[in-house]
C-alpha cells in the first residue's frame, strides 16, 4: 500500500448461503492506510544561487530554501541545517531551522573569500535511527566588492637621482600602487600633490610613470621632493601617499650601452655543464666609471640553467640541457654601466638547444587490447598502434614491425602507420586469444590482446566513499598527500580507471589520472583556508564512462609562520610622577595568525629597564609602574632598538618562536610638589641716602625643579615697606626705589620677600 497514492480503500463484501433460493447480505468495509516515514524531503531545487555584498551587516537574508515531504505529522515536517562537515566550518551563515531563510551570521570580506558553497541539508522528523530521511542542496554565494582598500605603494619613500642634463620627456622612474578590491574599485590613478610649483615634472595617471616636464637647474634647485597620490576609483575614492626625493647629480652619464653581439645562438644538448654558450658584448662610448659595463639576466634563466658572467659577458651552462624539456630559451640581457644614475640597455638572446637522438621511443600504452570477428576475409583492420619519440627531425621517425609468436602469421602491421590487419580469415573456435608483441624499429614493445568483445558492467569503486586527512601547511608544492585506488572487475577499456576531481580545489590540488595520487599544486596557507573538500572520481575508458566517487576532506595543520605583529610601531604614553607602584600605564597588543600554541602571544621587556622601573604583563600586554616616578629626576623613559633604550617584544610559543619589537616613548607629567627655593635666604644692600628715585637696589632670584606653569614664579614683598619706599617687579625680582632715603630718619629697611 502507498498512503501517498490513496490513503483511504472502501471495500463492499458480500455474503450468500447454498440455500434454493440463495440468500445475500453485503457490508460496506473502509480501510484507512496510516503513515509511514518512507519519503525523504525534496529540495525545489538542487542548487541555490545568491549574491551579497560584503559590507552586508550580520542577520542579512541571502535566500530562502524550500523542501516538501510529502508524509504526515513528523514524518512530513522538514526542519533544515548547514552540513557543517562539508562546508562553512567558519559558520559565516546560518540557517532558520523552520523556514529555511539563509542568514549571514558573520562579517564577509571578499578580499579573503570571494565565493562560498554551503550544503544545507533538509531532514524530516522520522523516528529512524538516524534521526529521519534528509536531502542536500547546495547553495553558491558570490560576494560582491565594495570600496574598502585603499592602494598601496610599494614603498613609502623613493629616492632617486638624474642627470642635470637630463631632456624633458625622460623617465626617472615608475611608482607603483595595487588596490586588493576588485573591478573599477581596484583602478589606480596617480598624481603629483605637492612640491613640482613650477611644473618641472608629469606622472601617467594611469602607469605611474614620472618624466622630466622642463629642463632640470641643478644651481637653481638640487634636489625636489614630490607627493605623489595614488586614488582608486570608488565613490568615495580612497587615497594613499608617498613621497619621492628626486636628486640632481652633476656628473653627466648620457650615452645608454648598446649591444653589438648577435641576439641568437645555438648549442646541442649533450654539452657538458659550463660549456661557453655565447660572449654578450655590450659598447659604452661614456670614459670612467660612466662606461664601465656588467651584465645581468633579467628573466627567462628560472630554472638556473645558464650563468653569466657579469664583467666579462660570458654565458655558460649552468645545467644538463634537454631538447626534449626546452628547445629554446629566451634571456633577456641587461647591460649596465657604472654611472650615477646608472644607464641600462636589455636584449633577448634566444638560445636553440639543438637535438641529439638519446630519446627511446615509447608506446603510448604498454598493452593494447581489442577485439575481432572471426570469419572475416583477410585485410581486416583490427587496432592501430602508436609510439612516441620526443627526438625531433629524423631522429623521431619511427617503423612498427610484429615479432615472432603464437598465430603472429595470421596479421600483418603497417611498419609506417602501426597498423594491424589480419591476414588470413581468423577461427574463435580454433583459437580464441591471440598474444602479438610488437615494436617500433630498435627500441620499446608493446603487447597486443585480442579477445572477445567485454559488456560494460561494473562501475569502478573506491575502497571507502570518504578520507578525510591532515597536512601541513609548510608541505612543499607537488608533494603527495594520499594515493586514491579504484577496481573495475571489467575488462579491457572498460576495466581501465581514470581518476578527476570535481568541485572546486581553489588551485591547490590536482590528482594523477593514472595513479589516483593526489598532489599539492601550490603553497598552502592555514590562514587562508584551513579546510577543503571536494570530490575524486574514478572513472573507466568507455564509452559509457560508468564512474564512482569519493568525498575527500583535506585538513591543513597550522605550522609556526606568522610572527605576532604589533598594532603600532610606536606608542606613546603619559603617567603622573608620584603615582604608587604597580599603576598601568598603556596596553600594547600584538597578534598573531596562528592557531594553538603557534598564535599565543606572550609580552615582555626585551632590554634597557636595568633599574627595573617599568614591568609588563606578560599575557595582556600591560605596560605598568614598578615603582614611584620622579619627574624631577628623569621626565622619560624611551623604549627604542638601540642601545641604553629598551625594546618591548612579543613572542609567539611555536618551535621555534617567532617574535616582533615595537618602540615605547613613556612621558612622566609633573606634579606641583616642589616649592620655589631663593638663591639666597638672606640679601644685604648697602646704598647711600642721596641715590635719586627709580635707582635699582638689587633683584632677588628664586628656583623651582617643576615645570611649565608649576614652575612659573611670582615676587611679592609682604612685610617692611609699609611706607611704600620700594617697588618689587612680579616677575623680574628687581627691587627699585620708590621714595628719597633719609638716613637720619631710617638707617635700616628689612624687607620680607615672598616668591610664589
Known sequence: LDRERADVHRLV??????????????????VRVLDENDNAPAFSRGEYRARLREDAPPGTAVCRLRATDPDLGANGEVRYAINRRQSDPDGYFAVEERSGVLRLRRPLDREARALHRLVVEARDGGSQPEGGLSAQAFVRIEIEDINDNQPVFEQDNYVTSVSSHTQPGTEIINVVATDRDSGIFGVVTYEICSGDPHGKFSIDPQFGIIRTKKQLDHEAQAEYTLHIAAEDCGSPPLTSLLMLTVRQGRDINDNSPSFVSLPL?????????GFLVHHIIAKDPDEGRNGQVTYHILSGNENKAFVLDKITGLLTTAQFLDHEVQERYSLTIIALDDGSPALSATQVLTIIVLDVNDETPIFLKQLYETAVHENRDPGEFVIRVEAVDQDAGLNSLLQYEILPGDGYEKFKMNSDSGELVTAASLDRETQEVFNIKGTPS?????????NVLDENDHSPLFAKTQYQISVTEDLEEGSA??????????AGLNGEVMYSLIDDTYGAFAIDSVTGSIITTKALDRETKSQYTFRAVASDCSTLFPRSTTVMTVLIQD???????FEQNYYKASVWEGQSPKTDIIQVFATDLDSGLNGETEYSILSGNENATFLIDSARGILATNTGLDYENTSSYRFVSASHH????????????????ATVLITVLDVNDNPPVFSSPEYHVHVKESIPIGSHITEVSAEDLDAGANAEITYAIISGNDRGHFCLDGRTGSVNLMKMLDYEDTMKFTLVIQAT
Open 13 to 30: 463484501v458480500e455474503a450468500w448461503d447454498g440455500g434454493s433460493p440463495r440468500r445475500r447480505g453485503r457490508l460496506r468495509v473502509s
Open 265 to 273: 645562438s645555438y648549442v646541442m644538448e649533450d654539452v657538458e655543464v
Open 442 to 450: 630498435r627500441s620499446s614493445t608493446a603487447q597486443l590482446y585480442l
Open 481 to 490: 598527500i594520499l594515493d586514491l585506488s579504484a577496481s573495475d572487475e571489467d
Open 559 to 565: 605550522v609556526n609562520d606568522n610572527a605576532p605583529k
Open 646 to 661: 629598551l625594546v618591548l617584544l612579543a613572542s609567539d610559543r611555536g618551535t621555534p618562536s617567532l617574535n616582533s619589537t
